[in-house]
Nanobody, 121 residues
């Protein structure tokens, strides 16, 4: 069974940090880019980061300089490190498999269940 599972969400104060994990089972992440998305209440889903299969990453302006991605091949997991969190980062965070071509991300229909991140004092 092919599956993506996000973990690591929670409640954090403004300025704090969280690390989200996106773990794949049933297939290897070596062949895929991973897109990180978030959806806040009443808003559309927003792509915030892409971790390419080759290891490079790129970010939306809203998170650039605060968020970063990394990968643990042994755990078949991609991480999203979130620092200097703001209340506007509050959302459900999802990961998605995809491919990239000339800097454009093409997502598949494979999504995790999401993990809630709440930034509040």
């Amino acid at each position: 069974q092919l599956q993506l599972v996000e973990t690591g969400g929670g409640l954090v104060q403004p300025g704090g940090s969280l690390r989200l994990s996106c773990t794949a089972s049933g297939f290897s992440l070596d062949d895929y880019a991973i897109g990180w998305f978030r959806q806040a209440p009443g808003k559309s889903r927003e792509r915030i980061a892409v971790h390419e299969a080759a290891g490079t990453s790129y970010y939306a302006d809203s998170v650039k300089g605060r968020f970063s991605t990394s990968k643990d091949d042994a755990k078949n997991t991609v991480f999203l490190q979130m620092n200097s969190l703001k209340p506007e980062d509050t959302a459900v965070y999802y990961c998605n498999t995809g491919t990239t071509y000339r800097g454009t991300y093409y997502g598949t229909d494979s999504w995790g269940q999401g993990t809630q991140v709440t930034v509040s004092s």
